[in-house]
């Protein structure tokens, strides 16, 4: 089982940047698919972003695309979303899921019912 813990989050005007950070507790996170999701006040949550367990695919939004970035270090068993020119609509809690994977998969996964672990989350909140 891997605990994930989310970081990074706060307060920025629209436009701005921030960087989200997950880091898992397992040292076989090299083997979990990543992604991240966002829940904003009174919605479900949604797809962000989503990375295979090499960090050689990844899979966005459509409404994030060209804006985020998703990345992961396996030696520092982290990933991260970086989220740039922000809009008040990116507000949300954004949670990070994981999920164990075959080696050498190139799987990535967008769907909440196919993660396995979850972190608490982190507040994102954009000032307009």
């Known amino acids: 089982q891997v605990q994930l813990v989310e970081s990074g989050g706060g307060l920025v005007q629209a436009g701005g940047s921030l960087r989200l950070s997950c880091a898992a507790s397992?040292?076989?996170?090299?083997?979990?698919?990543m992604g991240w999701f966002r829940q904003a006040p009174g919605k479900e949550r949604e797809f962000v972003a989503a990375?295979?367990?090499?960090?050689?695919?990844?899979y966005y939004a459509d409404s994030v695309k060209g804006r985020f970035t998703i990345s992961r270090d396996n030696a520092k068993n982290t990933v991260y979303l970086e989220m740039n020119s922000l809009k008040p609509e990116d507000t949300a809690v954004y949670y990070c899921?994981?999920?164990?994977?075959?080696?050498?998969?190139?799987?990535?996964?967008?769907?909440?019912?196919?993660?396995?672990?979850w972190g608490q989350g982190t507040q994102v909140t954009v000032s307009s």
């Open positions: 899921a994981g999920r164990e994977v075959a080696a050498y998969s190139r799987q990535y996964y967008y769907t909440t019912w196919e993660y396995d672990y």
């Open positions: 397992r040292r076989t996170f090299d083997s979990y698919a």
């Open positions: 990375i295979s367990w090499s960090g050689g695919v990844t």
